[in-house]
């Protein structure tokens, strides 16, 4: 069955320390692949858009990027305001959009 | 100057009532969606229109009807409430039905007593 794991589930970070969130996915045929930032209370925000495998994508700590089976949400030096959830979403082949069950990312001071 | 707009933020009532939950963007975009996210976080699609022609029906209970007046606006209303129904209902939109990201509004929270 097609579909969208985001890993981990939530994630704690220091300010400062590095990590990467992980988003896979089983489509076949894959027409785009979207991150969204999510803060509490608010709707989704666009981040990036990636359409094929080797493909990255830059902003400010932020940089996604694209291989055949996953997509990997890197944050380098995170600050407490990248505090968010941050979902993934899978393009299907009807123009519906999946998502993923987002990764809680919390950045302590 | 909001993209994507939802009226009420706030939506609390008693099972059994109707209500509507109402969207508008200004972004000049021809196709909007419905959304439902539930407690596990998951948002799930429930409708699309493109030009006010519903393009996705999701496998969702005959109680919820989107209305489209016109390509601007998309209208979700919700007969015979049920406690289930308790979530947060987004509408987004997007330049057209293809590989196009979405704009999402602030979403609606209805709970359902």
């Known amino acids: 069955e097609d579909q969208v794991t985001q890993s981990p589930e939530a994630l704690r970070l220091q300010e400062g320390e590095s990590s990467s969130l992980n988003c896979s996915y089983t489509?076949?045929?894959?027409?785009?692949l979207f991150w969204y930032r999510q803060d509490p209370g608010k709707g989704p925000e666009f981040l990036f858009t990636l359409y094929s495998a080797g493909e990255e994508k830059e902003k400010e700590r932020l940089k996604a990027t694209l291989t055949k089976k996953e997509s990997f949400l890197h944050i380098t030096a995170p600050k407490p305001e990248d505090s968010a959830t941050y979902l993934c979403?899978?393009?299907?082949?009807?123009?519906?959009?999946?998502f993923g069950a987002g990764t809680r990312l919390t950045v302590k001071p | 100057d909001t993209a994507v707009s939802q009226t009420p933020k706030y939506l609390v009532t008693q099972m059994g009532n109707d209500k509507s939950i109402k969207c508008e963007q200004n972004?000049?975009?021809?196709?909007m969606y419905w959304y439902k996210q539930d407690s596990k976080k998951f948002l799930k699609i429930m409708f699309s229109y493109n030009n006010k022609e519903l393009i996705i029906n999701e496998t969702v209970p005959n109680r919820f009807s989107p209305k489209s007046p016109d390509k601007a606006h998309l209208n979700l209303h919700i007969n015979s409430l049920e406690l289930g129904d308790s979530a947060v209902y987004f509408c987004?939109?997007?330049?057209?039905?293809?590989?196009?990201?979405?704009?999402f509004g602030p979403g609606t929270r209805l709970l359902v007593l």
């Open positions: 489509v076949s045929g894959l027409r785009g």
């Open positions: 979403a899978v393009l299907w082949f009807n123009n519906d959009m999946r």
């Open positions: 972004l000049g975009h021809d196709t």
């Open positions: 987004a939109s997007s330049q057209d039905r293809g590989n196009r990201r979405r704009s």
